[in-house]
């Protein structure tokens, strides 16, 4: 759901504004969609405790939190945990939404009903 959200909205707004710097972000998340999962983890694992640290990036939940169960120090300790796998898969699945909504922006700005409002006067599109 986050990537889909989140490719839509920034396809969107690359397609609506042709030539800018969000523009440019396409061919590096469709790399990075062309990546599978395990390596960018890997890649992440390598990077993430080197710009942020104290970042857990192994295990699935604090050992120091012996007891399993539903109470706040585990399910927080298992949240801090699931961050980077979630992480992985958004940046891997991003790039094909973004892709896939400019290229439909693009071809919408460019049908002839757009083009017929531009020209009674409804403002310019992108």
Request: charged letters at 15%.
């Amino acid at each position: 759901m986050i990537s889909f959200l989140l490719g839509t909205t920034l396809g969107v707004l690359a397609g609506w504004k042709r030539g800018t710097r969000l523009d440019s972000l396409v061919p590096a998340t469709t790399l990075l969609t062309a990546m599978p999962y395990f390596w960018l983890a890997l890649l992440l694992v390598y990077l993430v405790p080197q710009l942020i640290s104290g970042f857990p990036v192994r295990d699935g939940y604090d050992h120091a939190e012996r007891h399993g169960g539903l109470h706040g120090p585990f399910i927080v300790s298992a949240i801090e945990h699931s961050i980077l796998p979630a992480v992985t898969i958004v940046i891997s699945s991003l790039g094909g939404w973004l892709l896939g909504m400019r290229n439909m922006m693009v071809a919408t700005l460019s049908d002839d009903y757009v083009i017929a409002a531009e020209a009674k006067g409804c403002g310019r599109a992108g």
